[in-house]
């Protein structure tokens, strides 16, 4: 049986809600398109619009592998985007780290 990761999202709305998921190769955005948290994730994780685009807090991204060219530049097109804060939830993948992480869902483009 696989790890049980729970992640404490925050929606659009204001809503708080906790999702748990057991641990695997399933990214974040997979488990927040399933579970109808406001990201659309139009291209299907592919990096290439932004719509999957999430708000950590700042204690939580040095848990996280750093954003790579792709994810950076599509970030700063973001117009919420925060340096601080900015990552598009399907580059992280669903694991040990992200359990107990709370994050907000970016407001719509």
């Not at 696989?2 to 488990?31: C, D, F, K, Y």
């Not at 954003?67 to 992280?92: N, V």
Request: hydrophobic share 30%; proline share 6%.
């Amino acid at each position: 049986m696989s790890e049980s990761i729970s992640v404490n999202v925050t929606t659009r709305e204001g809503e708080q809600r906790t999702v748990t998921q057991g641990a695997g190769h399933e990214s974040l955005m997979q488990v927040l398109y399933e579970e109808d948290i406001g990201v659309e994730a139009i291209c299907g994780g592919c990096t290439s619009c932004a719509t999957c685009h999430v708000l950590i807090e700042p204690e939580w991204m040095s848990k996280l592998p750093e954003r790579d060219q792709a994810e950076l530049m599509l970030l700063q097109y973001a117009e919420h985007y925060d340096p601080e804060r900015s990552r598009l939830s399907c580059q992280l993948q669903l694991g040990p780290e992200l359990d107990g992480m709370p994050l907000t869902i970016a407001p719509e483009e």
